[in-house]
């Protein structure tokens, strides 16, 4: 992918179909993680800019690390986000500060594997089965341009899912407490 935020969009609608066991914090850190080394190379002008971190085995660390490192980074984030709101806008920016290690897990799991395969159709210079195979099978399996729409319209989608879902919760707390009133 040209960019981590093509990513992103995977991130939204996976965090859209299952809210409470995908960390979308999480998600996003191990996006992070992983794209840290090709803008290394970059930088350097070094090529291949995808080694080892752009590999299965260097995303299953990752994996790991977002777990371990990401997690608590991730909530204490949003400890401070939840500080520097405003009060007007508290009700419906606020985000609960506290990912379960299932939720960490998953979106370190499925964003890692997912950023993987996702790059190895893109880019030429991807081994993602090495040390094991030096072949990348799924260069070229699509178009970038198909890959990047599909990743822009699964971003759209859970965006749209979550503003509806948000929607809908605001509406039943409204209903409920109308109705408690009664």
Known sequence: MPATIIHLGLGLQM???????FSFPVFVFTQLAIDTEALYFLIKNESPVHRFLHTYLGATLI???AVLVGRPLCQW?????????????????????????????????????????????MHADMQPFAPF??????????????????????????????????ETREVLEIDTTETEKE
């Not at 965090?15 to 066991?21: A, D, F, L, R």
């Not at 939840?82 to 985000?95: A, F, G, I, Q, R």
């Not at 290690?101 to 790059?119: K, N, P, Q, T, V």
């Not at 970038?144 to 979550?162: K, S």
């Open 133 to 166: 195979s030096l072949v990348n099978g799924f260069w070229g399996a699509i178009s970038d341009f198909h890959l990047h729409m599909f990743c822009i319209m699964c971003g759209g989608l859970g965006i749209i899912v979550l503003w509806l879902f948000w």
């Open 63 to 65: 994996i790991v690390f």
């Open 77 to 121: 984030g949003m400890k401070l986000w939840n500080t520097l709101l405003k009060e007007k806008y508290y009700h419906w920016l606020y985000v609960t500060p506290k990912i379960s290690w299932r939720a960490a897990a998953i979106a370190a799991a499925f964003g890692a594997y997912s950023h993987i395969l996702m790059d190895s159709i």
């Open 15 to 21: 965090k859209s179909v299952t809210p409470q066991y």
